[in-house]
């Protein structure tokens, strides 16, 4: 596969491993997926049909699959490691998303294990008891969730995941649809409470793209997701800034995969494509496409080495009876 093939993206799911490992990479480090409890997915499903990005109809659902075929559709696009991202939207959700979250990882092997959290009392237990778990990775959402992330019942939460140097993904830009709470002032005024927070900022912030790169040039632990950026369907909508590119450049490091699978309107390979048409180079889609990801999931960073071949036979020597003949 040469430049130009890997600066065009993958045409199709069916090609995305192919042209994964053209670029030498021994898979993807996708930290934003969703599974959820069934009923779960189907209200979230429910919600994208009824209401899109701007009206009913205009967001339709790619992956509506259930979950063993969309576990064998991530696999076969070469995730290393299957995120579950939940998100409560209401007290008394997350403990429970919680618990499944840790039924998924306990029943798929490549499972990262997951959880989530939310402003109430017995956020203060459930978060470090995730984490005693062996949870590696959160979710929130503060759209969903309509609560503002510095919310004092949130502090023993913020608290454990920042000692604890977990990533917790978080949507807290204004796209597509704002909130109360939404925007980069609330995470600044986070950040500066516990600055040593790890956070992952779903769509790299959409639609305040520049105002959330500069919290990640100023802390050390915040990080940005690709989730749908650069795609024709959110280009359509909400555009990357004319000069935004040259950022995501300078900060190589701190921009991870993300897809929103399997909640998007269109085939995985796009997201893919819309990262390679920036032309930002091959190192840069290394680094964002495995190495950043696979550093924030504690994945190992190369493929497991296949078991070695049995050794063969040793070839016949001479027979004595002929005499070395």
């Known amino acids: 596969m040469g430049k130009d093939d890997r600066t065009d993206g993958p045409a199709t799911d069916a090609d995305v491993p ?85 039924d998924f990882a306990r029943r798929v092997p490549d499972a990262v294990p997951c959880g989530t959290f939310f402003p109430e009392p017995e956020a203060a237990h459930y978060v470090p008891e995730a984490l005693e778990r062996g949870v590696r990775l959160f979710k929130t959402h503060v759209t969903v969730g309509d609560f503002d992330p510095t919310d004092p019942l949130l502090d023993p939460a913020w ?62 632990g915040v990080h940005l997701d690709t989730t749908m950026a650069g795609t024709d369907y959110v280009q359509a909508r909400s555009p990357l800034p004319p000069d935004y590119l040259p950022r995501l450049r300078h900060l190589q490091d701190k921009v991870v995969l993300g897809a929103d699978f399997p909640n998007i309107p269109y085939p995985y390979a796009h997201q893919l494509q819309a990262l390679a048409r920036w032309d930002l180079g091959d190192d840069w889609l290394r680094d964002v496409l495995w190495h950043n990801g696979a550093r924030l999931m504690r994945l190992p960073q190369t493929r497991p080495e296949p078991a070695p071949a049995p050794a063969p036979d040793p070839a016949p020597g001479p027979d004595p009876a002929e005499g070395g003949r």
């Open 159 to 220: 608290a454990a995941v920042q000692e604890a140097g977990v990533p917790v993904v978080l949507h807290a830009g204004s796209g597509p649809h704002p909130g109360r709470h939404t925007g980069p002032a609330p995470v600044a005024a986070l950040l500066r409470r516990f600055p040593r927070l790890v956070l992952v900022i779903a769509h790299l912030g959409m639609p305040e793209h520049h105002e959330f790169a500069d919290l990640a040039e100023q802390y050390a």
């Open 18 to 102: 192919a042209w994964v490992a053209g670029l030498g990479l021994p898979g993807l480090a996708d930290i934003h997926v969703h599974f959820l409890p069934q009923p779960v997915m189907d209200k979230v499903w429910a919600y994208f049909d009824a209401h899109g990005w701007s009206e009913g109809g205009d967001w339709t659902i790619h992956y509506r699959l259930p979950e063993d075929e969309r576990l064998a559709v991530v696999r076969h696009l070469g995730l290393r490691a299957v995120p579950a991202l939940t998100y409560a939207h209401k007290p008394g959700m997350a403990a429970w998303l919680n618990e499944w979250c840790a």
